[in-house]
């Protein structure tokens, strides 16, 4: 059985800009209206469910939140130097130099920006903040760059 948390209708979405080096046009700074989608595959618990919907939608929209207006940053890479003070973030990548506010800024512990590793990053996450019951199997983390587009990373519990 399977349950799932559609972040578009749920207010599970942020703003962020990113760019990905290499890339023939995405290695250009630009944003997208992100939306986050969780699925959970498990039996059904004691309590007649799953698991309870809140409990997940309250950690999704917390990592939402988190990166929300942000440009964000990969911190796992070769391809991108990230100089951080503390009023700014200089970067260096593919022979440009961006610097932003550090308010700004959000350095991921990822290698590259995309929609993939991010999905990948937000199930890390909520598997470290969130008690899952016993008959809770596989967590499933979707992100939408654009309407369409999601890239899913699944892992088992």
Not at 32 to 42: D, K, T, W
Not at 58 to 87: G, W, Y
Not at 103 to 124: C, F, G, P
Request: charged share 30%; proline share 3%.
């Amino acid at each position: 059985m399977m349950i799932e948390i559609d972040g578009a209708h749920s207010g599970i979405r942020f703003s962020a800009c990113h760019f990905i080096p290499g890339h023939e046009k995405c290695s250009k700074l630009h944003g997208h209206s992100y939306i986050v989608r969780a699925r959970l595959e498990g039996d059904i618990g004691a309590s007649g469910m799953i698991m309870d919907f809140v409990d997940i939608k309250r950690s999704l929209k917390k990592l939402a939140e988190e990166m929300d207006h942000k440009t964000l940053l990969p911190r796992n890479t070769d391809n991108v130097r990230v100089t951080v003070s503390e009023k700014e973030a200089e970067v260096l990548t593919c022979g440009k130099r961006y610097v932003f506010p550090r308010e700004d800024v959000l350095i991921l512990d990822i290698d590259v920006t995309t929609a993939e590793e991010m999905s990948r990053l937000m199930a890390m996450k909520l598997m470290a903040s969130v008690i899952f019951p016993k008959n809770v199997k596989r967590l499933w983390i979707g992100l939408d760059e654009e309407r369409g587009q999601t890239a899913w990373y699944s892992e088992a519990l």
